[in-house]
């Protein structure tokens, strides 16, 4: 396994998070295209990316950025490689880095992916590795309903 650092992607790499983030993400979640995809990283600079690679092949992304005076994180790690560790490791390697971090957290159920799959929230997998949740901190976006969650060191 290996994870790099950067502070800027590639155009193949945008291309590859796009195609990533759709397949992961419920749909409502999904950019349209890769130029939505790109307005978005765009709208989150500056903006610090964490690329895990396992047996060369591209498994996930993490990344780091700053709004509104909070360090806030966001991660998508390919659905064949979930309950392998690699997420806790993203999530290990990006808190080694950080002294606080923020997050939204999908809370509905039954929403579906592109593929027919149901999104499985993954509330209770930050929980068990040290946020907490904020359920005072929710908002709905795109008619799904999100909670804030925190680590500090």
Known sequence: MKIT?????????KAQLFKLWNSVYPIAFQYADLAAFKAFLNSISPINHYMLELDNVFAGWCFVFDRNDER??????????????????????????EDELNG??????NLLKTNGETY???????????FN?????????????????????
Do not use: A, C, R
Request: glycine content about 6%.
């Open 5 to 13: 650092q950067q502070n800027s992607l590639t155009e193949n790499q």
């Open 72 to 97: 806030w994180f966001g991660i998508v790690v390919d659905s064949s490689f979930h309950k392998k560790g690699l997420g806790k490791t993203l999530i290990h390697t990006i808190q080694s880095d």
């Open 104 to 109: 939204w957290v999908i809370t509905d159920k």
């Open 120 to 130: 499985p929230s993954p509330l209770q997998f930050y929980l068990k590795i040290g």
């Open 133 to 153: 949740q904020m359920p005072e901190v929710t908002k709905t976006y795109n008619g799904v309903n999100v909670v804030k969650i925190n680590w500090q060191k």
